[in-house]
């Protein structure tokens, strides 16, 4: 299968002719050069890639949810029939180990079939009736009707460490496309390879269930000159993006600065803090506790968006789960990163942070990290120390954390200083809990999930999940990138007044012949 | 009741001690200075009032919704209460008459009924359940809910057009304050003496039904000093504003600029286009369409964002319509515009429309205007000189619309050049407007309200309405400031994970204690 890759982009239902080379995919463990070379698309052939969405969208936005639905798992079915070549390519490009890829491989699906659900089922579109009352006074109340139509092309931008479930058809994608916007994804140089293999499974599910040329591009070539060209570019409507602050508040000023300004739905960082009552940590459970935390921590070599990298403990105390976690930690190996990039970042980033005033090193594996690996790290601060330094607020995107100690007074202020995130989590008995109000609410104000006696890791993708969070976990605080209601970053609402019943869209017919949820008022 | 007038701004509870002027209220009819002063907020005062929003919004936003709208029916029996003080100062003020000021105060106390309602009945938040599912396979599913929660403290900036129903109590009032959000009121130069009536009401409101401070400030100022302090302010975390585009971006920039970004709610500029189709002013009816058409350009002195600015007709025909029109036009009354600058500026855009390429008049008031005042007036253009020209989209804040006539296709050349509208209208034969599927697509993705047979002035309250639309109608396109879907901008999701009932508010409660709809999935 590796053999077929061609190593350039999708523009509607053609392929790149570009021969200047991008990027090689890279295998993470050894670093080598793996075949094809990536291609970077020409401007033309961006051009072309967003005009063709343009041109897609009123008759792509139109069709029925029905047939939209087809299309959404016509694409996990054929990323189901490339799951061979997605194993075998997606492991060296990410040093992700196989059991993880066949995981997020089914995640993917699961998503797209949840929203290809949605959009079979119509209802997501809150559709809303409000009859004429022409006799009314002072004056006639007119015929208005309303429901959430799609936005328009979106950019998809996939980052290094979701190389499937936040990627090419992932989870912006597949609620993008159940909205009934066409996308354009830019890949990442992180794994050129699998992005190729779900953009034909793509690209082949919209010929199959005819969509039109357009609905879907993939181009390669990266930041400045393909990405940032994207977003500028008047037919894009919307930006969905998983990775740095850098690379999101990036797109978050170019998208600011257009004639038209978009919406930017850029998932950035988070430190996701945990912490623990001394409920918690009494008794045998602590000690089970710590396993629990530490696998948390070093799920996928730290490489989460919801890895738990800064802890709040009570100044005394604790000492099982301490004792548990430092024997984990330093007998702990070290594990091959996304990418060598990623890998000198966390070195430099938990460096950094173990220079601060007050921070000292807890608990380090005691093998040393190889090349292109990350070792598990504990640092270690005073509640006061971390409240007076918002450097130790930086994400070690690695499995590193920080553990602040401190009085329950000290670890309110602390906590008040904390930026958004994505999640919060406290560890107690229900007591404890319910006696600390203020804390839970701290917590509540700064995140867009509340976790109770479990771990931020594992986003389970649901109708009440929300994965987002305030500023600077995401650009836009009031939406979520996992789940059903993901659907509606990508929409708007539209009323119709006074329109004929043969003009209005069935899903605001009064015979209602899609059968959907329409509330009447 | 004028006599009680103070020229203070409101900081929470207590009133303005400045006594620097910042400006009077104006007799819009004959530039006459009114008592008293308005004072402007010191930056103490501004800071004090954010930062008791601040302490506000966590009290606040945990009350019952029941609680909640007992305060915002007590703001609506306060201003019917002070009817006779607001029918004594808005029409001098403002311009309009007392019949328009009382139809815009039984709008304004509607709305807060509306989002009383809303918020006691309580199912707006969107309560998600997903139960947990310990034994499901290959991982146990946890206990997600999730519910809209308010976002904080609120920037209302009120403007000149409408100053009851979008200022002080008005429409993003009423539904950031439904939704758990308190609110600090930016007044407007052109009726501050309304404005402190309103806040008053508020204020005695907030008392009467023990909101906690801070829930409402009112401050006087205006642009730079106060108005750009509040929009920076760390504790802010959204604005509504309506008026025009260089306010509305001025305020997206510094939102935009801010260390942790806030959405902005501002609804701008609207030219709202008209489409007569050849059917509609044929036989009898096209004088009365005639009528109806100028009925709705010159209410309130065209001040209306939803004035319909644009018209499209058929080459050739319809020459009872525009027979009838031009009879109307000529022999209408200048009528007196809200302050002395909007009415030099309605003449200045009129007086550059006539002049650009092609632009002619169609007809002309008679009587010149007076002292304050705006008179209608027709213009008319080639489509093709319409389409070639961007300066042509421009709005003249007035009774002022500009004809556009030429054959279908370039019709729809035309307005495919247009920018995003609040509203757009077709007049037409069901027959007819079936027909041209295209031309009713091009018009809906320009748009958030779309209005057949009928004019889009007048925009009913209800909860299928939208007002809103694509940039730059508004500056946030998935939004609408006038009915229920209003108090989603106001709002994120919030997700709570294997959280004990005791600690779930009781909207995710399984025992449903408020009774709301609840989604179990």
Redesign the interface.
């Known amino acids: 299968m590796t053999t077929s890759l061609q190593g350039k982009s999708f523009i509607g239902f053609s392929r790149s002719t570009s021969t200047s080379t991008w990027c090689h995919g890279l295998d993470a463990t050894t670093g080598e050069s793996l075949e094809p070379a990536y291609n970077r698309a020409t401007d033309d052939e961006v051009e072309r890639a967003v005009k063709l969405a343009e041109s897609a969208f009123?008759p792509y936005s139109?069709l029925p949810g029905k047939t939209r639905g087809a299309f959404l798992r016509a694409i996990a079915d054929g990323i189901e029939a490339a799951l061979p070549a997605i194993v075998e390519r997606a492991p060296r490009e990410t040093g992700l180990p196989d059991a993880r890829i066949r995981?997020e491989t089914a995640r993917t699906t699961g998503q797209l079939r949840l929203f290809a659900a949605l959009a079979e089922e119509g209802s997501w579109v809150d559709a809303?009736?409000?009859r004429a009352q022409p006799d009314r006074q002072?004056?006639p109340?007119?015929d208005?009707?309303?429901m959430y139509?799609p936005?328009?092309p979106v950019a998809v931008y996939c980052p290094s460490n979701f190389p499937l479930a936040f990627s090419v058809a992932g989870g912006d994608t597949a609620s993008a496309l159940a909205a009934g916007c066409p996308v354009v994804v830019i890949g990442h140089h992180s794994h050129p390879g699998v992005a190729e293999i779900v953009g034909d499974a793509v690209v082949e599910a919209a010929r199959k269930t005819g969509m039109p040329e357009g609905v879907f591009s993939l181009l390669f070539g990266g930041g400045r000159q393909v990405g940032l060209s994207v977003v500028r570019h008047p037919a894009i409507h919307a930006v969905g993006f998983t990775g740095s602050r850098a690379g999101g508040t990036a797109l978050?000023?170019a998208a600011?600065q257009r004639q038209?300004?978009i919406?930017v739905y850029a998932e950035m960082s988070s430190v996701n803090p945990v912490v623990f009552l001394p409920g918690a940590l009494e008794g045998d459970k602590a000690a089970t506790l710590a396993e629990g935390f530490f696998g948390s921590l070093t799920l996928g070599v730290g490489q989460f968006c919801t890895n738990p990298g800064l802890v709040f403990l009570p100044e005394t105390g604790g000492e099982a789960f301490l004792d548990r976690l430092r024997a984990l930690v330093e007998d702990a190996a070290p594990g091959v990163m996304l990418n060598a990039s990623i890998a000198c970042a966390y070195a430099d980033a938990a460096e950094a942070l173990a220079q601060q005033t007050g921070v000292q090193v807890l608990a380090r594996a005691q093998k040393s990290p190889g090349k292109n690996q990350g070792a598990p790290l504990v640092l270690e601060v005073s509640a006061a120390d971390f409240a007076a330094n918002p450097a130790l607020q930086g994400e070690m995107f690695g499995p590193a954390c920080l553990l602040v100690r401190g009085a329950p007074e000290s670890i309110e202020a602390a906590i008040a200083t904390l930026?958004?995130q994505l999640t919060a989590t406290i560890h107690g008995t229900?007591e404890e809990?319910?006696s600390q109000p203020r804390l839970?609410?701290a917590l509540?104000?700064r995140?867009?999930?509340?976790?109770?006696?479990?771990f931020p890791t594992?986003v389970?993708v649901?109708?009440?999940?929300?994965h987002?969070g305030?500023?600077?976990a995401t650009?836009?605080?009031?939406?979520?990138s996992v789940g059903t209601?993901a659907i509606y970053r990508f929409?708007?609402?539209?009323?119709?007044?006074?329109?004929?019943q043969?003009?209005l869209p069935p899903e605001l017919q009064d015979a209602n012949p899609l059968g959907i949820k329409q509330?009447v008022?």
């Open positions: 009123a139109d995981g809303r009736i409000d002072p004056l109340k007119p208005l009707r309303c139509r936005l328009g978050m000023e600011a038209r300004p919406p930026e958004g229900e809990i319910a839970v609410t509540k104000e995140t867009g999930r509340l976790i109770f006696n479990g594992g389970e649901c109708a009440s999940i929300v987002g305030p500023y600077p650009s836009d605080g009031r939406s979520t209601l929409c708007r609402p539209v009323a119709w007044q006074n329109a004929p043969s003009i509330s008022h």
